[in-house]
């Protein structure tokens, strides 16, 4: 049996071959569905000031040590040994 998120991902893949003159008779019937369903439309998350006095704001060059901490991180990630 195949869990939810698989489901999608088949759906998806369906939906993504429909021909074009097909669309709003898909539409429809997802329409159809939807409305015989309670569901509700979350609200989309602001996150605008999520990372504000967290310290982020005293790096000067913010680009240049994001670049280093990812090169640190490649080079452990090659040297594990498994």
Same mark, same amino acid.
């Given at each position: 049996?195949? /869990? /939810? ?15 074009? =003159?097909?669309?709003? =008779? ?30 982020? =704001?005293?790096?000067?060059?913010? =680009? ?19």
């Amino acid at each position: 049996m195949q /869990t /939810t998120a698989l489901q999608k991902i088949e759906l998806m893949k369906k939906i993504s071959i429909i021909p074009q =003159e097909r669309f709003r =008779e898909v539409k429809s019937f997802i329409d159809f569905v939807l409305g015989q369903s309670q569901v509700s439309i979350p609200k989309p998350i602001n996150l605008r000031g999520i990372w504000k006095n967290k310290g982020f =704001e005293m790096i000067i060059d913010l =680009e240049a040590e994001l670049k280093e901490v990812r090169k640190e991180m490649n080079v452990s990630i090659l040297s594990k040994k498994y």
